[in-house]
């Protein structure tokens, strides 16, 4: 005989579920992850919301503590959002108070981490004193006396983040290599964050005028003088073998993705988020095509977000 199910239990002794787990669902899908920024102001939260953006995160500055449980709902549910990361402040004024319950039970139901950024008081005033920014405190006090009293408001907060970082002696661009080390999800994500274009040219018709590193190919022997290769392009693998059957190719290739891998993360930590790799023969049409060509699979297999763009080559 086929088993019974068991009877529901009744409402009265089913455990109550919390708003925020109303708000959120339970779809089984755990591959969403929320990072909630808060601390001081002029500790750099805006900083790192960029940051986090430029890792792929969709962020929101500044949203309502009531309206979190329906934006983290809206990342579960999402296609396209798999990743997101929001600013709680100061500016949240007594709603504040119910953050450290509502984080909670955000906590049993997303995988959520908590940034607390926080700077000393001294740099603090100085921040506000060069960017003459009113403190999201009110004007009626002094900077110095508003720092005081939001780091008192702030206290529960700080004490339940995961992650607390100090920016006092960061720039900008150190505190964005800070977050992309410790809240890249992977290496892969990392060399992802960096959209990296390898462009094939021809000098006659100019450098492009977006490259960030430029390699002149024209070194190489030249497919162009001979016949059968010369309306075909550095994609055409009888081309691409002929360029390739020289040592000083296979050295210039070997030696040029190496540097590539080299310098790639440096610009990543640096926040640079577009490269325009040039690489360069005379007609743009076979050596910087097949080159090109070679750097750009590398790069690709590396885990680098690439794309090859052949600027002079015909049907290329």
Request: proline share 7%; hydrophobic share 35%; glycine share 6%.
């Amino acid at each position: 005989m086929p088993r019974k199910s068991p009877p529901a239990a009744p409402p009265s002794k089913r455990k109550p579920q919390s708003a925020v787990a109303r708000a959120i669902g339970r779809e089984g899908r755990d591959t969403t992850d929320l990072v909630i920024i808060t601390g001081m102001s002029g500790s750099g939260k805006a900083s790192a919301l960029k940051a986090f953006e430029d890792l792929g995160y969709y962020c929101v500055d500044n949203l309502p503590i009531d309206l979190i449980p329906q934006f983290a709902q809206l990342a579960m549910t999402s296609s396209e959002i798999e990743r997101t990361a929001i600013v709680v402040d100061v500016r949240e004024g007594q709603s504040l108070e119910k953050f450290p319950r509502m984080l909670q039970e955000l906590r049993k139901s997303l995988s959520t981490k908590l940034i607390f950024l926080e700077a000393k008081d001294d740099i603090l005033v100085r921040r506000y004193s060069e960017t003459r920014r009113p403190h999201p405190m009110g004007r009626s006090e002094t900077v110095p006396d508003a720092i005081t009293a939001e780091r008192t408001r702030l206290e529960p907060i700080r004490n339940v983040a995961d992650v607390v970082i100090d920016t006092s002696k960061l720039n900008v661009h150190e505190l964005r290599a800070h977050i992309i080390e410790k809240f890249g999800r992977e290496a892969q994500d990392h060399a992802r964050s960096l959209m990296t274009a390898v462009v094939s040219f021809g000098f006659k018709n100019g450098v492009p005028s977006d490259v960030d590193l430029v390699f002149d190919v024209r070194f190489l022997p030249n497919p162009h003088f001979i016949p059968e290769f010369r309306p075909l392009t550095g994609k055409n693998a009888k081309v691409a073998k002929y360029v390739r059957s020289f040592p000083q190719t296979r050295e210039f290739l070997k030696r040029t993705d190496e540097m590539l891998k080299f310098l790639l993360p440096y610009y990543i930590r640096e926040g640079k988020t577009y490269l325009t790799i040039g690489i360069g023969c005379t007609g743009g049409q076979h050596r910087s095509v097949m080159i090109a060509e070679e750097l750009g699979k590398s790069l690709a297999k590396a885990g680098y977000n690439v794309k090859t763009i052949h600027r002079d080559a015909p049907n290329a």
